[in-house]
């Protein structure tokens, strides 16, 4: 939209493409993470993007893949830490 608004491209060989995926209950949050990253090294496009979890929280799904015991999440409050398990029970409710 952008690049049509300004009639100038913004895309360029290093662009990635966003997304934001609204998540359902009883989602395997993890494996859909690990498959948008399998995709993205596979497709040599850079994904990106997060989760919208249903109490309101987003996630960055690269970051779930990483492991960590606390992510960072976004909320309508700011940006705070949030457990890895809590995240999954989320997800899962």
Same mark, same amino acid.
């Given at each position: 939209?952008?690049?049509?608004?300004g009639n100038?491209?913004?895309?360029?060989? @290093?662009?990635?493409?966003?997304? !934001? =995926?609204?998540?359902?209950?009883?989602?395997?949050?993890?494996? !859909?993470?690990?498959?948008?990253?399998? &995709?993205?090294?596979?497709? @040599?496009i850079f994904?990106?993007?997060?989760?919208? &979890? @249903? @109490?309101?929280? &987003? =996630?960055?799904?690269?970051?779930?893949?990483?492991?960590?015991?606390?992510?960072?999440?976004?909320?309508?409050?700011?940006?705070?830490?949030?457990?890895?398990?809590?995240? =999954?029970? =989320?997800?899962?409710?």
């Amino acid at each position: 939209m952008w690049s049509y608004e300004g009639n100038i491209s913004r895309l360029n060989p @290093n662009s990635d493409i966003d997304l !934001l =995926i609204q998540l359902t209950n009883s989602c395997d949050v993890d494996a !859909l993470a690990e498959r948008l990253l399998k &995709f993205s090294q596979l497709s @040599n496009i850079f994904f990106d993007g997060e989760f919208e &979890f @249903n @109490n309101g929280i &987003f =996630i960055s799904w690269r970051e779930l893949t990483s492991g960590a015991k606390d992510l960072l999440a976004k909320t309508d409050a700011g940006p705070k830490l949030v457990t890895r398990n809590s995240v =999954i029970k =989320i997800a899962h409710t």
